[in-house]
């Protein structure tokens, strides 16, 4: 199964993008905890993409929500964008043993992402970037 959404990048369109979300996972019967905090990672990259990726113009996301027949207990979903090239995994993760009076600002949500999800990666082809995640349940 593979499914695709395309949306103006902005904040108002996180409704529709997380149903989007919601709505393909509940189709494929992955249970509620895993489908939440893949809910959640969705949202922190979006909003990232949809606050930073075109600085202050309008521009496109698109969104592939695929789950392959012969692994129906694992989704991967990639988000695109014509933004300015970002790589969010090349953020520095937080001391997370520091207190939060004491951390940088910053990078929390892209270090949640890294430890939920099995697998993320980025590219950046044909003037896009592509962020790629993989959760198993």
């Not at 969104?63 to 090239?85: C, H, W």
């Not at 910053?106 to 993989?134: A, H, Q, W």
């Amino acid at each position: 199964m593979k499914k695709e959404l395309n949306v103006k990048a902005t904040l108002e369109n996180l409704h529709t993008v997380l149903g989007f979300i919601e709505e393909n996972l509940e189709l494929v019967e992955c249970p509620m905890k895993i489908a939440m905090k893949i809910v959640v990672c969705v949202e922190e990259l979006y909003v990232n993409v949809a606050s930073y990726a075109y600085e202050g113009v309008s521009g496109d996301c698109r969104l592939e929500f695929v789950v392959d027949d012969a692994t129906p207990n694992r989704v991967n979903i990639t988000i695109l964008d014509e933004g300015k090239s970002f790589n969010p995994l090349e953020k520095e993760d937080p001391d997370t043993t520091l207190d939060a009076d004491e951390r940088e600002i910053g990078g929390l949500g892209i270090f949640m992402v890294k430890n939920i999800m099995d697998t993320i990666s980025y590219e950046r082809k044909e003037e896009n970037n592509i962020i790629i995640m993989e959760k198993s349940w």
